[in-house]
C-alpha cells in the first residue's frame, strides 16, 4: 500500500469515527428528549381527564349490562371529548378488563378484556403502585404510538390514553441526514487527504529520485530546494550530502593521482639504482647504491604512511594532560634536524603546568610536523605555548619567507602545498588529529621584526583549570627539560 493511499484511508476513517460519533451522540440525545417530553405530554393529559371529573367510585361499581347508567354515560361523554388530543381513551379495572372507553357500548362494552393492554402490563402495574406511567413507542397499522397511564385516584382503576409517536419520524429522518453527512464528510477527507499527500508525497518522491540519482554516481545534478521547513531541511540535508560525496569523490580522485605522482618518483630511482648495483663491479659503489636504494625505500613507505594515516580514523583517548610533555619530546626529536641545517631551535615553555584535554601522543604528532615544516623552512625556529582565552595555545614561528598569500587559506587541505617535493598531506595531518581533539588550527604571519616575513603557525587546544592531585606531585619529582 502507498503512502498516498494510506494518507486518504487515514483521512476518510477519521472523518467517519468522528462524524458518526457526533452523528450518534446527537441523534440518541434528540430521541432521548423528545421521547421524554411525549412522556412528561402524556401523563399531564391524562392527569388532566383524570382531574375534570372522572370519578373512580363510580366506575368502579359498574356492571356488565350497565352501561345505560349515568355513571358511565357521563364518563363516556368526558372520554369521547378527550378523544380530540388523543388516539384512544380506556378506564381499566385491575384484571385488565374495560369500564369505560371511549367506543360506543356496542363495540367495547364494560367487562372487555383489552388485549391490545396485555404487552403493557408492566407498565399498568408501574402506574397504580406510583400514580403515572408511560410505554415505549410501539408499532401499529404503519405508525408508532404509546400509550400514558394514571390512577384515578387512590383506587384500582387506571386511564389510559393512546397517542402517536410521530416525533420519531423526524428523528429517523435526522438519522439519514447524519449518515448522509458523514459520508460527504468522508468525501471531504478524501479530498483533503489526497491534496495533502500530494503536497508531501510529491517532493518525497522527487527527493527518492535524486537519493536514486546520488546513489547511481549521477552528482553532477543539485538537488532543488524545495517547500515547507521538513521537506526543506531534507532536501538541504541531501543537498549537502551531494557536495559531500562530491568532494569526497574529488579528494579521492586526487589522493589516487598523487599517490601515482609520488611513488611514481621513488619507483624509478629503484629502478634505476637496481639496475646500477646490478651492473656495478666495485663492492664499494655496489654498498652505495644499495643505501641510496634503502633510502628510496624508507621514501616510499613514508608516503605511504602519510596517506594511511591521514585516510583511516585516527583513534583519540582525550584526557588531562601537561601539554609541556609531548611539546619537548617533539622538540628534542626536530633539534638534531635543525641543527644539522645549521638552524635553531628556540623553546619558551612556561613554567607552571600547561594544562588541556588532548591526547599526548597526538599532540607530539602534530607538533612534530609543525615543526620540522618550519626547520625546512627557515634557520631559525621557534616554539612557545601559554594560556589565551581559556585555551592552551601553541605556536610555531619561523624565519622563512612565509606562507604565500593564495594558499594561506587552504593551506591546511588535503594535497595543497608549497614544496616541490611531499603530497601535501603533513598539515592536513594536523589539522585532522587538533580537530579530532576538540581544537583548532591556524596560520599567519610571524608578525616580528627578528623573524621577518615567516610564518606563525597556531594549536589550540581546550584548556583546563583543575590540576589533578597526580600532575602536581609528578611536576615536583621532574626536573624541565631546556631544548636551546
Known amino acids: 500500500m502507498t503512502l498516498r493511499t494510506r494518507f486518504v484511508i487515514v483521512f476518510v476513517a477519521f472523518a467517519l469515527v468522528v462524524t458518526a460519533a457526533v452523528g450518534v451522540v446527537s441523534w440518541w440525545i434528540a430521541r432521548d428528549a423528545l421521547e421524554s417530553e411525549l412522556d412528561q405530554r402524556l401523563v399531564e393529559i391524562a392527569g388532566a381527564a ?35 388530543y388523543v388516539d384512544g381513551a380506556y378506564i381499566v379495572d385491575l384484571d385488565g378488563n374495560a369500564l369505560v372507553t ?47 397511564f394514571v390512577r384515578l385516584e387512590q383506587s384500582t382503576a387506571v386511564l389510559a390514553v393512546l397517542v402517536p409517536a410521530d416525533f420519531l419520524q423526524p428523528v429517523s429522518r ?59 531541511q531534507l532536501a538541504l540535508a541531501m543537498e549537502r550530502m551531494r557536495e559531500a560525496v562530491v568532494e569526497r569523490d574529488e579528494r579521492l580522485r586526487l589522493m589516487v593521482a598523487q599517490v601515482a605522482h609520488e611513488i611514481r618518483n621513488p619507483l624509478g630511482g629503484l629502478e634505476l639504482f637496481a639496475a ?49 610533555g609531548p611539546l619537548r619530546e617533539a622538540a628534542e626529536l626536530v633539534d638534531a634536524e635543525v641543527k644539522s641545517r645549521g638552524g635553531t631551535l628556540e623553546v619558551d615553555l612556561p613554567d607552571e603546568p600547561l594544562l588541556c584535554r588532548a591526547d599526548a601522543e597526538h599532540v607530539k604528532r602534530a607538533a612534530l610536523n609543525i615543526l620540522r615544516n618550519a626547520a625546512q623552512a627557515g634557520h631559525r625556529v621557534r616554539l612557545e605555548a601559554g594560556f589565551k582565552n581559556g585555551e592552551a595555545a601553541v605556536s610555531v614561528l619561523d624565519d622563512g619567507p612565509g606562507v604565500a598569500p593564495e594558499i594561506r587559506e587552504r593551506i591546511f587541505e588535503p594535497f595543497v602545498t608549497d614544496k616541490e617535493k611531499g603530497a601535501g598531506l603533513g598539515l592536513a595531518i594536523v589539522k585532522k588529529v587538533v580537530e579530532g581533539m576538540g581544537g583548532r588550527v591556524e596560520v599567519g604571519s610571524a608578525d616580528r621584526a627578528d623573524f621577518g616575513s615567516g610564518a606563525r603557525f597556531g594549536l589550540y587546544f581546550l584548556g583546563c583549570e583543575n590540576i589533578p592531585a597526580h600532575m602536581l606531585e609528578s611536576e615536583m619529582d621532574s626536573e624541565p627539560i631546556v631544548v636551546s
Not at 370519578?55 to 372520554?79: C, R, Y
Open 276 to 324: 646500477a648495483a646490478a651492473d656495478a663491479e666495485d663492492p664499494t659503489e655496489r654498498r652505495r647504491l644499495i643505501r641510496r636504494i634503502r633510502g628510496e625505500v624508507a621514501a616510499l613507505n613514508g608516503i605511504i604512511s602519510d596517506f594511511l594515516t591521514f585516510a583511516r580514523p585516527l583513534p583519540v583517548n582525550p584526557e588531562v594532560i601537561d601539554l609541556r
Open 102 to 148: 371511549h367506543a360506543s357500548a356496542d363495540s367495547v362494552p364494560i367487562g372487555t378484556p383489552l388485549r391490545f393492554l396485555e404487552p403493557h402490563a408492566e407498565e399498568l402495574a408501574l402506574a397504580r403502585t406510583v400514580g403515572s406511567a408511560t410505554t415505549p413507542a410501539f408499532p401499529y397499522q404503519g405508525r408508532l404510538y404509546k400509550y400514558g
Open 50 to 84: 383524570a382531574e375534570t371529573g372522572l370519578q373512580s367510585s363510580l366506575v368502579l361499581d359498574l356492571e356488565p349490562g350497565e352501561e345505560k347508567l349515568f355513571a358511565w354515560t357521563s364518563t363516556h361523554e368526558m372520554l369521547s371529548r378527550l378523544r380530540l
Open 174 to 232: 435526522l438519522r439519514r441526514t447524519l449518515l448522509l453527512g458523514s459520508l460527504f464528510a468522508a468525501l471531504i477527507a478524501a479530498g483533503l487527504g489526497a491534496l495533502l499527500a500530494r503536497g508531501i508525497i510529491e517532493p518525497l518522491e522527487r527527493l527518492s529520485r535524486s537519493a536514486m540519482r546520488i546513489q547511481r554516481g549521477h552528482l553532477k545534478r543539485p538537488v532543488e530546494p524545495e517547500v515547507g521547513v521538513e521537506v526543506g
